[in-house]
């Protein structure tokens, strides 16, 4: 299962926040799963609660909000949400798009305690 070496990723990303902040204590932690990442939120969620063990964030709330995927199209220049596998442009109905937002997962903010 490759959400806990996320996981672990997000870990190392809260504890080096942390330390740049001289602080021990995390009280937030905010991530967003995009909807085309592969990442699956319940399972993120069941790693998370592992990786953040004997942490700086061990008492942390973990917050993960989904993201819709976005593609922008090259035809006419709209920014859309696709709600499937088919990746085109929900304005035009062109192929020509670029994902743009959805196709990832990273963390959106940290709460440190000062
Ligand atoms: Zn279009």
Do not use: Q, W
């Not at 199209?73 to 442009?89: E, G, H, L, M, P």
């Amino acid at each position: 299962m490759h959400e806990l070496s996320l996981a672990m990723n997000v870990r190392e990303i809260v504890e080096e926040a942390a330390k740049a902040n001289g602080s021990s204590c995390v009280r937030e932690v905010n991530i967003v799963v995009g909807a085309f990442s592969s990442v699956v939120p319940d399972a993120l969620e069941f790693a998370m609660d592992v990786a953040k063990k004997g942490s700086v964030f061990e008492n942390a709330a973990i917050n993960i909000r989904l993201e819709d995927t976005v593609v922008l199209c090259a035809d006419c220049n709209s920014k859309t949400k696709v709600d499937d596998y088919f990746f085109r442009c929900a304005n035009c109905g062109s192929g020509n798009v670029k994902v743009v937002a959805g196709d990832r997962m990273y963390v959106e903010s940290i709460d440190i305690e000062k």
